[in-house]
């Protein structure tokens, strides 16, 4: 192994003890600095000696190769946060990746599905199966709540409070939230557990998760990305707009367009800052003026 490995493997590994990064996120560093890594040696260089020139030679290589802003932006700040480390532990002299910055992106603005695709997409949902009422269940979860994958995967039975009406969910941080349990949904979810539904998968009583795959055991990200896919093939929309991230963006862009205070869809999204719930109000516009003028008869005069 050599010096410049070893001082990525102890960033990696100090990220992981000392910062609790996500394995998912160590991976993310790992490709980012691994490609540095290889651009260096392919210069004969060292990715330890490279300096603030070589670093923006190599943004500007990444964005020559075809890499959107938003993945070079990403790398910057992996190889910002290994050159400081470095810095800090007396690795190198210098942190070369001080000064360099990403370049500008515009703001991506989340895509929802239109109200009639979301209708025809749930509508489709036969009742006819186990499968079935767990499929609708969970469609109908997604969006009437607006919770992330992670969230509705990690659900369980002792979570749900039909008295009340409401959901406890536990996101990022494990920080937990009530969401509401609307009528459809209620029904959806009543279905599931009653006879025929959830009772139907093997050892259900074993398991406390919601969300059931058909081996019994709880229901992956993976396996949710599925039924998506599935259901979505069925009812004849375009799989390609489809993802459980999608419902969640659908679920805020339109109860904004229908005059939901924008601080009720923050604490539903389970969002820490206004601002990142602020990006929907700019989709809900946007939406509104693209019916306005598909209705509106002098819209286009």
């Not at 540095?36 to 020559?64: K, M, P, Q």
Request: proline fraction near 4%; include cysteine; glycine fraction near 8%.
């Amino acid at each position: 192994m050599t010096s410049t490995d070893r001082a990525l493997e102890t960033y990696l590994q100090w990220l992981a003890v000392e910062k609790g990064r996500s394995r998912a996120t160590l991976e993310a560093y790992r490709r980012d600095l691994t490609r540095l890594i290889e651009w260096s040696h392919a210069r004969g260089d060292r990715a330890t000696s490279l300096s603030e020139v070589d670093l923006e030679a190599y943004c500007n290589d990444l964005r020559r190769q075809g890499l959107a802003e938003s993945s070079v932006s990403r790398s910057i700040a992996s190889l910002r946060g290994w050159f400081g480390f470095m810095t800090a532990e007396g690795l190198i002299d210098v942190d070369p990746s001080a000064r360099l910055r990403s370049g500008r992106r515009g703001r991506s603005l989340p895509k929802p599905l239109s109200e009639e695709d979301v209708s025809t997409l749930l509508d489709s949902v036969p009742r006819e199966t186990p499968a079935d009422l767990r499929d609708r269940a969970l469609l109908e979860l997604l969006y009437g709540t607006g919770a992330r994958v992670s969230e509705v995967v990690g659900i369980s039975l002792a979570d749900l409070d039909f008295d009340e009406e409401l959901i406890l969910v536990t996101g990022k941080g494990s920080k937990q939230r009530l969401v509401p349990m609307g009528s459809v949904l209620h029904a959806a979810l009543r279905d599931y557990l009653g006879p025929g539904g959830r009772s139907s998968f093997p050892q259900p009583r074993r398991e406390q998760h919601l969300f059931l795959n058909a081996r019994g055991g709880p229901l992956s990200r993976q396996g949710v990305d599925l039924i998506i896919d599935k259901r979505a093939l069925d009812a004849g929309v375009d799989r390609a707009k489809v993802s459980a991230h999608v419902f969640r963006h659908s679920c805020a862009t339109h109860m904004l367009a229908h005059g939901a205070d924008i601080r009720v869809v923050q604490e539903l999204l389970g969002h820490a800052s206004i601002s990142t719930t602020q990006v929907y109000t700019a989709v809900a516009v946007t939406s509104l003026k693209r019916e306005y003028k598909n209705a509106h008869p002098r819209a286009n005069d």
